[in-house]
């Protein structure tokens, strides 16, 4: 049998190194739910949501077993909710109620898309929606949150970003029962993809069709295990592993994407290669940056590395599949790394390293917990820098960062599960208020005028 | 359908025996097997053909978990694409 290395390769990858398929995610239109009495558009949502996605989940499984590959998450992501043109809280609280609901009755996780673009403007109904995003996540368990504030074609807007601030701050205080959890379920992009299937920052763009099917695969455990034993190896041959590596992943994931979306009769978005971690030992990120050479992730020589691993994963990505898409790369949440929350422990990896890091990476500064009296204007001022990095360099870049109620610099925040732990990371100090409290809109960079 | 066996397990006498006997007993033919000794561990591969309108896969894998259990062996079955299309360009 000539397969027989290759079948105890992939077996290995299963058992041993946490290969997985993340996300199944089915991107719903609600675009012909929407209407002016929002009590029926809600309902009409909850309908929509229930009726395409009943029998989401229990394909995944049925599909993950006949390959062998667990498929970890089924979740739905939806038409960016302001879309819906409300203008009170309680008006979009219906939307909110409904789509978690929704969630929860076909058995899903997380549902994403109570979301909004904003980035070129903001109309009254979406000034309404951005406040009533913190009483969403606040009331609700399994619905995310995400806002668009910048793309590299519009600039950024200054206006909606100082709006963030404040926006976090509340959401971390109307959950402060619960470590401020409220913000980990919320995203604050620049260039928001619109077929991304990993949460909290999925939502199914105006773009797209009326229902589709998008794949996440993930397996930093996988690309780690390659490497090791490479010692001595030279930069170009370790990316070349990788690059085999991603592909291999990539193979398994399409292959699986496509039979779900085949026996839901629904079509097959994209494919989203994801270096994700997870909690789970041996799921991590920085510890291929550890194996790469680096005594912790965060000393210098970082950057680079995060460089390589996230080029070569998209080189390997595209080499195997015609559907890549959505984020594509390596993610860096701090508290579901158990080796980037070993470096934030010992003072390697600092909030300023991390920005850099997002520079090169799938993302941006992804599930950071911050002192809990960090002002408003500061968050901003975060999130002003990182949409910065993603509107001039080209890519995607998000934040989210929590303000963990009564927390301070120094202390650990445990939210459990999937969402993980996190040491309080230092922020710097120094005021930012002037310049967020200008407004306006950041002029799209030069590279814009492409056409 | 095609599909991969996959068995592993501390070496004793009978374990081909009894995971063909569970294949015979639900109609499945098995094309090619390999079977080696790694460590004190059995290892063994069968390509096996699912007759599907004689027997259902989630049939197959429920028989097979019996086994597994019973013999206190690893026993995994996954259709043969999933190791094509990883390894083959």
Same mark, same amino acid.
């Given at each position: 049998?000539? *397969?027989?290395?290759?079948?105890?390769?992939?077996?290995?990858?299963?058992?041993?190194?946490?290969?997985?398929?993340?996300?199944?995610?089915?991107?719903?239109?609600?675009?012909?739910?929407?209407?002016?009495?929002?009590?029926?558009?809600?309902?009409?949502?909850?309908?929509?949501?229930?009726?395409?996605?009943?029998?989401?989940?229990?394909?995944?499984?049925? =599909?993950?077993?006949?390959?062998?590959?667990? *498929?970890?998450?089924?979740?739905?992501? =939806?038409?960016?909710?302001?879309?819906?043109?409300?203008?009170?809280?309680?008006?979009?609280?219906?939307?909110?109620?409904?789509?978690?609901?929704?969630?929860?009755?076909?058995?899903?996780?997380?549902?994403?898309?109570?979301?909004?673009?904003?980035?070129?403007?903001?109309?009254?109904?979406?000034?309404?929606? *951005?406040?009533?995003?913190?009483?969403?996540?606040?009331?609700?368990?399994?619905? !995310?949150?995400?806002?668009?504030?910048?793309?590299?074609?519009?600039?950024?807007?200054?206006?909606? =970003?100082?709006?963030?601030?404040?926006?976090?701050?509340?959401?971390?205080?109307?959950?402060?029962?619960?470590?401020?959890?409220?913000?980990?379920?919320?995203? #604050?992009?620049?260039?928001?993809?619109?077929?991304?299937?990993?949460?909290?920052?999925?939502?199914?763009?105006?773009?797209?069709?009326?229902?589709?099917?998008?794949?996440?695969?993930?397996?930093?455990?996988?690309?780690?295990?390659?490497?090791?034993?490479?010692?001595?190896?030279?930069?170009?041959?370790?990316?070349?592993?990788?690059?085999?590596?991603?592909?291999?992943?990539?193979?398994?994931?399409?292959?699986?994407?496509?039979?779900?979306?085949?026996?839901?009769?629904?079509?097959?978005?994209?494919?989203?290669?994801?270096? #994700?971690?997870?909690?789970?030992?041996?799921?991590?990120?920085?510890?291929?940056?550890?194996?790469?050479?680096?005594?912790? !992730?965060?000393?210098?020589?970082?950057?680079?590395?995060?460089?390589?691993?996230?080029?070569?994963?998209?080189?390997?990505?595209?080499?195997?599949?015609?559907?890549?898409?959505?984020?594509?790369?390596?993610?860096?949440?701090?508290?579901?790394?158990?080796?980037?929350?070993?470096?934030?422990?010992?003072? !390697?990896?600092?909030?300023?390293?991390?920005?850099?890091?997002?520079?090169? !990476?799938?993302?941006?500064?992804?599930?950071?917990? *911050?002192?809990?009296?960090?002002?408003?204007?500061?968050?901003?001022?975060?999130?002003?820098?990182?949409?910065?990095?993603?509107?001039?360099?080209?890519?995607?870049?998000?934040?989210?960062?929590?303000?963990?109620?009564?927390?301070? #610099?120094?202390?650990?925040?445990?939210?459990?599960?999937?969402?993980?732990?996190?040491?309080?990371?230092?922020?710097?100090?120094?005021?930012?208020?002037?310049?967020?409290?200008?407004?306006?809109?950041?002029?799209?960079?030069?590279?814009?005028?492409?056409? | 359908?095609?599909?991969?066996?996959?068995?592993?397990?501390?070496?004793?006498?009978?374990?081909?025996?009894?995971?063909?006997?569970?294949?015979?007993?639900?109609?499945?033919?098995?094309?090619?097997?390999?079977?080696? $000794?790694?460590?004190?561990?059995?290892?063994?591969?069968?390509?096996?053909?699912?007759?599907?309108?004689?027997?259902?896969?989630?049939?197959?894998?429920?028989?097979?978990?019996?086994?597994?259990?019973?013999?206190?062996?690893?026993?995994? $079955?996954?259709?043969?694409?999933?190791?094509?299309?990883?390894?083959?360009?």
């Amino acid at each position: 049998m000539t *397969i027989y290395k290759d079948v105890l390769e992939t077996i290995h990858m299963l058992e041993k190194e946490n290969l997985d398929i993340r996300t199944t995610t089915m991107g719903i239109s609600l675009m012909d739910c929407f209407g002016r009495d929002h009590r029926a558009a809600s309902r009409a949502v909850y309908d929509r949501v229930t009726s395409c996605a009943r029998h989401l989940v229990k394909t995944a499984d049925d =599909v993950g077993d006949e390959y062998g590959i667990r *498929i970890v998450n089924k979740r739905i992501s =939806v038409t960016p909710i302001a879309f819906a043109g409300a203008s009170s809280t309680e008006e979009w609280l219906l939307y909110a109620r409904a789509l978690d609901d929704a969630a929860k009755a076909v058995g899903v996780d997380i549902i994403g898309g109570f979301s909004a673009l904003v980035h070129k403007g903001c109309t009254r109904s979406e000034e309404s929606f *951005i406040e009533a995003v913190p009483y969403a996540l606040a009331e609700t368990t399994n619905l !995310c949150s995400s806002i668009n504030l910048g793309s590299t074609k519009a600039g950024i807007n200054f206006d909606a =970003v100082g709006k963030m601030g404040p926006m976090i701050r509340k959401t971390a205080w109307l959950t402060r029962d619960n470590n401020s959890f409220g913000c980990a379920k919320f995203v #604050a992009f620049a260039n928001a993809v619109e077929d991304n299937p990993f949460m909290a920052g999925a939502f199914h763009g105006p773009g797209e069709g009326d229902v589709v099917i998008n794949v996440g695969v993930s397996g930093p455990g996988v690309v780690k295990t390659a490497l090791e034993g490479m010692e001595g190896a030279t930069a170009d041959e370790m990316a070349e592993v990788i690059k085999q590596t991603a592909f291999k992943i990539t193979r398994a994931g399409q292959l699986i994407g496509r039979e779900v979306s085949q026996r839901l009769g629904v079509p097959f978005g994209i494919l989203d290669l994801s270096l #994700a971690p997870t909690p789970a030992l041996g799921d991590s990120v920085a510890e291929i940056l550890e194996v790469m050479g680096l005594e912790r !992730c965060g000393a210098h020589g970082s950057t680079a590395a995060l460089a390589m691993l996230t080029d070569a994963v998209k080189k390997g990505g595209i080499m195997a599949s015609g559907n890549v898409g959505g984020l594509s790369g390596a993610f860096i949440p701090v508290s579901e790394d158990q080796r980037m929350i070993a470096a934030a422990e010992d003072g !390697c990896l600092t909030f300023d390293k991390l920005e850099a890091m997002t520079s090169v !990476c799938s993302v941006g500064l992804d599930m950071i917990a *911050i002192p809990g009296d960090t002002p408003a204007e500061t968050i901003s001022a975060m999130i002003a820098d990182e949409a910065s990095i993603g509107v001039i360099n080209n890519k995607t870049t998000a934040v989210r960062v929590i303000p963990v109620y009564g927390m301070k #610099a120094g202390d650990k925040v445990d939210w459990g599960g999937l969402f993980g732990s996190a040491p309080v990371m230092e922020v710097n100090g120094f005021d930012s208020s002037r310049f967020i409290a200008r407004g306006g809109r950041i002029p799209a960079p030069v590279h814009s005028f492409k056409n | 359908m095609k599909a991969i066996i996959t068995v592993i397990g501390k070496d004793k006498v009978g374990i081909m025996h009894a995971v063909s006997g569970v294949l015979k007993d639900l109609s499945v033919n098995i094309e090619d097997v390999t079977q080696t $000794i790694m460590q004190e561990y059995f290892t063994m591969l069968m390509l096996v053909r699912i007759d599907e309108e004689k027997t259902g896969f989630r049939q197959l894998q429920d028989a097979l978990d019996d086994l597994a259990k019973e013999m206190n062996l690893s026993i995994r $079955i996954q259709k043969e694409e999933i190791f094509d299309v990883m390894h083959k360009i």
